[in-house]
Nanobody, 125 residues
């Protein structure tokens, strides 16, 4: 079992940067693939980024590729999302998720077993 708590969200101007953190309280964090999703008001949840257990493979949604970077520190039981060149359309609640079984479908919400409560990111123009 794992509990996830996101932090680092807030208000930032367009073009700025922000780093989100997801702290895991479970005992087997390194056994989980991790992902970030986001959901804007009135829109469906969108895949943002994913990372394998080893951290050697990362995947990104088309809308954030080249601007966002996912990383993890298995010693600290934390996954990060570094966001650069933020745009107003990045405004959303960002959720951290853990995949216990390492599904091939890393960009599907259904592949993940545990979710954090989310953290709000607002990008002003």
């Amino acid at each position: 079992q794992v509990q996830l708590v996101e932090s680092g969200g807030g208000l930032v101007q367009a073009g700025g940067s922000l780093r989100l953190s997801c702290a895991a309280s479970g005992r087997t964090f390194s056994s989980y693939a991790m992902g970030w999703f986001r959901q804007a008001p009135g829109k469906e949840r969108e895949f943002v980024a994913a990372i394998r257990r080893s951290g050697g493979n990362t995947y990104y949604g088309d809308s954030v590729k080249g601007r966002f970077t996912i990383s993890r520190d298995n010693v600290k039981n934390t996954v990060y999302l570094q966001m650069h060149s933020l745009k107003p359309e990045d405004t959303a609640v960002y959720y951290c998720a853990a995949d216990q079984y390492g599904s091939f479908w890393y960009d599907r919400s259904s592949a993940y077993d545990y979710w954090g409560q989310g953290t709000q990111v607002t990008v002003s123009s």
